[in-house]
């Protein structure tokens, strides 16, 4: 199992961080959109955009850090069971809420080739999509730290230990 952990936690925390930058380059690029034209189409939409871009930049930072110190250090209390569990339940409550308010804004699904109020109508979709795509994506990383921490504390281990063992 640790040899797994190794291989699949690093990808995991990988693909967490280019979902993340993807999404803040089209969260961005929006956001540069609506500043030069002002043509948001509420300033509701145009701060749920903003919110994005702060959630993938707190993810793309945190989350290369987590990397950073799983492949360093794996044993370390910043790779530790109970660490890796705060960062990704705040992560977690983060992404839920910007998937939602993202979706919200959209009026939870939106056709492109119906609609003609909001503008970047695709770039919306595209930002709602991997906003929940990173959640979702999250949220299975969410539940293996709390596998692991069920685990490490039935077989005796403290949850300051690393998420793989040593």
Do not use: D
């Amino acid at each position: 199992m640790n040899r797994i952990v190794r291989l699949g936690w690093p990808i995991a925390f990988g693909a967490l961080i280019v979902f993340s930058i993807i999404e803040m380059s089209i969260a961005a690029w929006i956001t540069a959109k609506y500043n030069a034209h002002h043509n948001f189409p509420t300033s509701g939409t145009r701060a749920r955009v903003r919110y994005a871009i702060f959630v993938s930049v707190w993810t793309i930072i945190f989350g290369t850090l987590y990397l950073i110190g799983f492949l360093t250090a794996p044993t370390s209390i910043f790779s530790s069971v109970v660490s890796h569990f705060f960062f990704l339940f705040i992560t977690w409550i983060l992404w839920m809420a910007a998937a939602a308010v993202i979706t919200q804004t959209l009026g939870g699904a939106l056709n492109c080739h119906v609609q003609t109020y909001f503008i970047y109508c695709g770039h919306l979709n595209a930002l709602s999509g991997f906003a929940w795509l990173i959640f979702v994506l999250i949220s299975f990383m969410l539940l293996f730290v709390i596998i692991r921490g069920v685990v490490s504390k039935r077989e005796g281990e403290t949850l300051t230990g690393g998420v793989v063992e040593a």
